[in-house]
């Protein structure tokens, strides 16, 4: 007789696209599963509390910064619902990069990679009362405290499940491009998803706008590393399958449905912005905005950190923006390893003079992310120079984000990479 299984997710608004995804994932497997939300800590122990189920799986999903503070409240959580057959699994980015640390800082078991497939066997697991080391994705305590690697969960086509659980009433953003081929040193979606494109098919994408009008829902956005780029396998757009996309999309929708491309969640490489693609964008999306990924005004440091693109796209792309009627959102990341006084001075000139043009700055500093090639990066010192004038940009409304807190996240995740040295060996089942 299968043992049954609560669900119990701590359900962040940071986190929902993710979240979502799993839940999609079993929903379209037909695992048998009771689900329960805690959008706190205190509603999150209250649901494992009052679970009468065998086993009980509690979902936890993070980005690097916030591995701290969710640790904390996995802590709290613990100490205010504590019961046999518990385990606390997290995954997301951070439990795929960093598997011994988040099984150090107290959660069973860590998610290594995407998490459809993981998720699906792991319930089945529990509900036939299996070794965990036989589901893929996983990194368990060992007997020592090591983390134990189960084999590598599978890539799948984005079509193999959805974006969402509709008939859980549980909608967002639809993912239509995994992985990316631009393996920035400072990104962790490469590390994670591959490096290379894997798009979902224009029916899939008609297939979840109908679940959402169906259900009175008119807005549809996107989840995509880079949005020109749906459909094409390699680093020129493929504007005819995103004008396939697009029109799909606006078939499906009422006559008061708006598409929003280009925008949050998802950006617009510099290279990709035409006057024939913004032409393209014009005639389907609602959005009067662009996000713009720039990363730096100096060619040198784009160079280092495997941007593929210099300086020069960069102010071609807001000016055909701006042109075609888009203001865009371009941004910038300050205290990129390597980076000297005279790279600032120039990411400084670039941002003043794209706010000239029209553009708003979104203000970054660089993070020293598990999983990316620069984990291990010393970040560059930013002199109050370049805060007093990012301060002024700000000031005159010409740049936002939330740079300072993300230095912050930096000094945290670099003592975290002296603590977890890269070269330790992984310890495999099998």
């Not at 936890?60 to 619902?81: G, I, K, N, Q, T």
């Not at 060619?299 to 075609?324: F, Q």
């Not at 003079?353 to 990066?377: C, E, Q, S, V």
């Amino acid at each position: 007789m299968a043992l049954a299984v609560d669900v119990v997710v701590r359900y962040r608004k940071a986190v929902t696209y993710g979240v979502h995804a799993l839940l999609a994932a079993l929903e379209t497997a037909g695992v048998e599963h009771g689900l329960r939300l805690g959008t706190t800590v205190e509603e999150t122990a209250a649901q494992i509390a009052a679970s009468r189920a065998d086993r009980v799986l509690v979902l936890w999903s993070f980005y690097s910064p916030d591995a701290d503070a969710m640790a904390a409240e996995l802590a709290a959580v613990r100490a205010l619902a504590d019961r046999d057959g518990v385990l606390h699994i997290a995954g997301g980015v951070h439990a795929t990069a960093e598997p011994q640390q988040v099984i150090d800082a107290g959660w069973d078991l860590a998610g290594v990679g995407e998490g459809e497939s993981t998720i699906v066997a792991l319930v089945e697991a529990l509900r036939g009362g299996d070794p965990l080391t036989g589901v893929p994705g996983l990194a368990l305590r060992d007997a020592d405290g090591v983390a134990l690697r189960t084999r590598p969960a599978p890539q799948l086509p984005l079509d193999a499940f959805p974006s969402f659980p509709a008939r859980r009433g549980r909608f967002g953003p639809i993912e239509i491009t995994r992985g990316c081929r631009y393996t920035c040193r400072f990104c962790q979606t490469p590390f994670m998803f591959g490096g290379q494109f894997r798009h979902r098919s224009v029916a899939s994408v008609r297939e979840h706008v109908r679940e959402m009008a169906g259900h009175g829902l008119r807005d549809v956005r996107f989840i995509t590393p880079t949005s020109l780029s749906y459909g094409s396998p390699g680093p020129g757009p493929d504007l005819d399958a995103v004008e396939e996309l697009l029109a799909g999309v606006k078939e499906e929708l009422p006559p008061h449905g708006r598409v929003f491309f280009g925008s949050f969640p998802s950006e617009v490489r510099p290279e990709h912005v035409t006057p024939e693609a913004m032409r393209l964008l014009k005639r389907y999306v609602a959005n009067d905005n662009l996000i713009i990924g720039a990363q730096s005004g100096s060619d040198r440091v784009l160079a280092a950190s495997g941007r593929g693109h210099d300086t020069s796209p960069v102010r071609d792309a807001v000016r055909i923006a701006v042109e075609h009627g888009f203001r865009p959102n371009v941004d910038f990341i300050f205290g990129m390893p390597g980076e000297q006084e005279d790279d600032q001075e120039a990411s400084l000139r670039l941002a003043a003079d794209l706010a000239d043009l029209g553009a708003r700055i979104h203000t970054h500093t660089f993070m020293p992310l598990p999983g990316t090639p620069w984990r291990d990066a010393e970040p560059a010192f930013i002199p109050l120079a370049t805060v007093r004038e990012l301060d002024r940009l700000a000031q005159r409304g010409d740049a936002y984000g939330h740079w300072r807190k993300q230095a912050e996240h930096a000094a945290r995740l670099a003592e975290t990479a002296k603590a977890y040295p890269r070269r330790t060996r992984r310890r495999r089942t099998g």
